[in-house]
């Protein structure tokens, strides 16, 4: 099967994850509040205080330096490439190439890395406190996501994200392998909760600085690097997203369009799911993290036992 | 070229020698001892060069007056990949001395380290080139004492003395496992020339298991690396970023040295070095994580590279067998691992270096606010740390990305068929990412607490940038981290012959699946150029953000302290409290004691508490060992008595033996 990219197709859904995907956290806050039996949120509102953000001057620290401003760069540089080597509804993506996968995911951890230096940087407890559970969370989670996308990459003999997830299609799950893709997925979606600071792993929404992780880190950002970052955020949301529905929705159709239509379909439907858990669950104690994050682990190592049936 | 690889040695000794003569000023004994080492440094890289750009491997034999070997060096690739960050390394090095030793003025000995400095850097070389039993024992002990007196160079502190005694101990116990390895070697012809060699059936496994912990101990495998965590934080700066980066891997290379004298690589081989490399790796830098002193904690480090290093050969042991790339991607990605590492972590030694200079502490929690006093040093330490992290753009990414790519080739080519390099990908994959998460953890402790927030004790205050001397080396290397991180295709090309000699059968190791082997090049190329547009679009970035908020307010405010007014320097999170989840969750492992506890009575008073976290090795093995051994030879004691009639009575008993044997 060739994979050959529709580069308009690419840009378009580029295009589109750079204009949508604030409409995720909407999608997710108007869910919460029916739940709550409120009316919530105009959906526009994440683009509003975007454009305030965007608009306004900065408060710096004292103590910080040039670290502190670097960070929401690295952030959203690293995220915008993450975002062009994640393809979308069975298309290539803008780059693709061997094993792309690893520099994804460094490309994310060279953005978290610079974020948690950045919140260091402000010499405040509560930002190094948030950067201490951060560091440690996301160590923990890299394992699961690249093993868990070995396993997709065993089911699909491919190294690149765009192939692997072109090849994801109807006829894979005649491979015996094919049931190790529920475990990954479940542990995919543990792993979008935790690097997107959501519930219940993280409460985007609580305003005790001594329970948070993310939004704790970002507490002297302010003006356009806070602005980056929200964007970042979403960004991130649209990304690792991706990663989950790709798994979630592997039927392609023949028209490429259409296909592009599903899939931003499904990341919505993902958003709405997100509000669902967010109003249904509380968040976990932080010492609960690492055993919901090592149960992330072992979903998505699982593929290993098919491959051991066959040595067998 | 051999009159030229000669002069190396000549000029190395003589510029050592010069620093040995009582000069009026201390300055010139460093010129000598640091220019003149990368003086003769770089006569030495001529012929190395010359071997890694294609020349044919240089080769000298002479007869010398001894009974046993010869004078056998022979430079061919594998010496000189591994020559490279030796030579170039130890010159950086030296001129980085000039400017770290001028802390210790006229203090008697300087001239004495300077003259050790060059020894242990020809005795590095040497070791590399030796192509002989004897020599090769010779080189090494002359690298090993070497570096023992610039280990005990402060040697009126107790703790520097016992550091050295514990890496005098640990040396020589790994090298009595190389005179076992090399008589066996030689068991078959009587030469101890290494191209006389030959494995006598059977033995393979002997010989493969002596080397692993003869050249282990060296290297500081995860359970023979008690002596690193000792002797770093005891020697002098540059030193320590030369044993660190350099010395550690000649243990590597007499690995690597003895598996391309094996004419067939068992399987189980490269299980063991998978397992010693994820022990290696996960031990190393859950220790270097727990860790105040901030050298003992760039040891620990070393400890888990030397892992990443480990994962790779394993994997590229395994491949072997199964005619796959995967043999070739492993292989090239712990030969790339070597030099990288002798970079960024000779770098965070020398950075380590001038932060203790500044600050005379190796405390990193003592530390803080360094950023803004020390601009250069915090800007290649933040380089380095990036690199060791194996984060892109550095050239750390590139050797983990090669290990990476062998596994997940392990995985796809050998998944329908459930062959075992899918189970060894598995392994190395999940070790890799867990090593590169914790190291992130570990190396945003280091750089935040020392170098962000504000300082924690006065004596910060005073800090000041490191001198030009100290600096420009670092720098240098820094900029070959973001170099060769963006040029891995060309490192790539390098590295393809030596890795291809190592094995006997070498060119098999690409495989037949050529394709695999293309696509992994593209990925090195493709990757480099992804970089490039990353960089790019964060300048772009930082473009539109300038013109962006150009003729806004942009004002200065305390940090947000959630409105306590009078927040101090002691509030910031310290390192202890950043790794704090992580060591309570590893506690079983780690075991840190902790000493005095928080008063949280009413009216509270001055408290204090620390904790300290000792080896698990040295703790739970090596001291229980040898105070055993000590106890035990106690009882020998009894007949030493000091009595001269019962030692003629020794004599006598002893000639009567002998007589009773001769006729026997």
Request: hydrophobic share 55%; aromatic share 12%.
């Amino acid at each position: 099967m060739e994979f050959r990219m529709n580069a308009p197709l690419a840009l378009t859904g580029l295009a589109a994850a750079l204009i949508l995907s604030p409409l995720l956290r909407s999608i997710i806050n108007r869910t919460k509040a029916r739940f709550a039996g409120r009316q919530g949120q105009v959906m526009l509102q994440p683009y509003f205080e975007l454009h305030k953000l965007f608009q306004k001057g900065s408060v710096y620290s004292h103590t910080s330096t040039w670290i502190f401003r670097a960070g929401p760069v690295v952030e959203i540089t690293t995220v915008l490439a993450a975002l062009c080597m994640i393809p979308l509804g069975g298309n290539p993506a803008l780059i693709h190439f061997n094993g792309d996968l690893l520099l994804f995911v460094y490309l994310l951890g060279m953005g978290r890395f610079c974020t948690i230096l950045a919140a260091m940087d402000t010499g405040s407890s509560f930002e190094g406190m948030g950067a201490s559970r951060e560091a440690f969370f996301s160590a923990l989670a890299e394992p699961s996501l690249l093993i868990g996308l070995g396993g997709i990459a065993a089911l699909t003999h491919s190294l690149s994200l765009s192939e692997m997830y072109g090849r994801l299609n109807i006829g894979i799950l005649e491979s015996p392998m094919a049931p190790a893709l529920v475990f990954i997925l479940f542990a995919f979606l543990i792993i979008f909760l935790t690097e997107n600071a959501r519930i219940p792993v993280d409460d985007p929404s609580t305003h005790l600085e001594l329970t948070m992780i993310h939004e704790v880190m970002i507490l002297d950002h302010s003006g356009f690097d806070l602005g980056l970052i929200e964007y970042a955020g979403s960004l991130k949301l649209w990304v690792l997203g991706l990663l989950l529905t790709g798994l979630i929705l592997p039927l392609h159709t023949h028209s490429a369009e259409l296909n592009l239509v599903l899939a931003i379909g499904a990341l919505f439907l993902l958003a709405v799911c997100v509000g669902v858990i967010e109003s249904t669950m509380a968040r976990f104690k932080l010492i609960r993290i690492p055993q919901l994050l090592v149960i992330a682990f072992v979903l998505a190592a699982l593929w290993i036992i098919w491959i051991a049936r066959y040595s067998a | 070229m051999h009159a030229v690889l000669v002069s190396y040695f000549i000029l190395s000794l003589l510029a050592g020698l010069l620093a040995l003569f009582p000069w009026p000023a201390a300055r010139i004994r460093g010129y000598f001892g640091g220019m003149g080492g990368a003086l003769a440094a770089l006569v030495g890289l001529i012929p190395v060069i010359a071997v890694l750009g294609g020349g044919s491997p240089i080769d000298m034999q002479m007869s010398w007056g001894l009974p046993l070997g010869s004078l056998h060096v022979r430079l061919d690739l594998l010496s000189a990949w591994f020559a490279l960050p030796v030579l170039f390394v130890s010159a950086l090095g030296g001129i980085y001395g000039m400017g770290y030793m001028q802390h210790y003025g006229e203090r008697s000995g300087v001239g004495v380290n300077w003259f050790f400095y060059q020894l242990l850097a020809s005795g590095m070389f040497l070791v590399l080139i030796s192509f002989d039993g004897v020599l090769f024992l010779i080189a090494w002990e002359i690298m090993s004492f070497a570096a023992w007196f610039l280990v005990m160079f402060d040697h009126e502190q107790g703790t520097v003395q016992k550091a050295g005694w514990i890496y005098l101990a640990a040396t020589h116990l790994g090298t009595a496992f190389l005179f076992a390895l090399f008589i066996l070697f030689a068991d078959k012809t009587g030469s101890l020339d290494f191209s006389t060699f030959a494995v006598a059936t059977g033995s393979a496994n002997i010989l493969f298991l002596l080397a692993v912990v003869g050249f282990g101990a060296k290297a500081g495998f995860f359970g023979l690396h008690v002596w690193l965590p000792e002797a770093h934080p005891a020697a002098p700066s540059h030193v320590s970023g030369v044993m660190s980066g350099v010395m550690i891997k000649t243990g590597i290379y007499g690995l690597i040295r003895v598996l391309t004298l094996c004419p067939v690589w068992e399987d189980w081989w490269g299980w063991l070095l998978i397992v010693i490399g994820i022990c290696s790796g996960l031990g190393g830098i859950i220790f270097a994580l727990v860790q105040h002193d901030i050298k003992r904690l760039l040891a620990y480090s070393s400890v888990e590279n030397i892992g990443i290093i480990c994962l790779g050969l394993g994997m590229g042991i395994l491949g072997m067998k199964y005619q796959s790339p995967i043999a070739f991607l492993g292989m090239a990605g712990a030969m790339l691992h070597v030099l990288n590492h002798a970079i960024f972590k000779t770098t965070l030694f020398m950075g380590a270096g001038a932060i203790v200079n500044a600050t005379g502490t190796r405390q990193i929690d003592l530390m803080g606010g360094l950023q803004k006093k020390m601009p250069g040093t915090a800007l290649v330490f933040l380089i380095a740390a990036a690199a060791i992290c194996g984060l892109p753009p550095f050239n750390g990414f590139v050797s983990e990305l090669l290990i990476y790519l062998a596994s997940y080739h392990g995985i796809i080519d050998h998944a329908s068929s459930g062959a075992y390099p899918a189970f060894g990908g598995f392994a190395v994959i999940i070790s890799l990412a867990l090593i590169g998460g914790l190291a992130a953890l570990c190396f945003t402790k280091v750089y935040g607490v020392i170098f962000l927030g504000t300082a924690r004790d006065n004596r910060d205050v005073h800090a000041h940038e490191a001198p030009r001397t100290m600096l420009f080396p670092m720098l240098i290397l820094a900029l070959l981290c973001l170099a060769i991180g963006l040029n891995g295709y060309l490192l790539l090309h390098i590295v393809g012959p030596v890795v291809t000699g190592i094995h006997p059968q070498g060119s098999s190791m690409t495989g037949a699946n050529m394709t695999a082997l293309t696509q992994a090049w593209q990925t090195i190329g493709s990757i480099s150029l992804v970089c490039c547009g990353v960089i790019a679009l964060a300048a772009l970035i930082v473009l539109i953000k300038f013109l962006a908020v150009r003729n806004r307010t942009i004002c200065q405010e305390p940090t947000w302290g959630c409105a306590y007014s009078r927040p101090t320097a002691k509030l910031q999170y310290t390192g202890t409290s950043f790794v704090e989840p992580l060591a309570s969750a590893f506690a079983s492992l780690v075991r840190t004691r902790s000493k005095g506890d928080v008063d949280s009575s009413y009216f509270p008073q001055p408290e204090s508490m620390s904790t300290n976290t000792p080896d698990l090795f040295m703790n739970g093995v090596y001291l229980p060992l040898f105070s055993g051994c000590s106890a035990l030879f106690a009882h020998l004691r009894r007949i030493q008595n000091g009595r001269i009639h019962v030692y003629i009575l020794y004599i006598i008993l002893a000639l009567c033996g002998i007589i009773v044997w001769s006729f026997a």
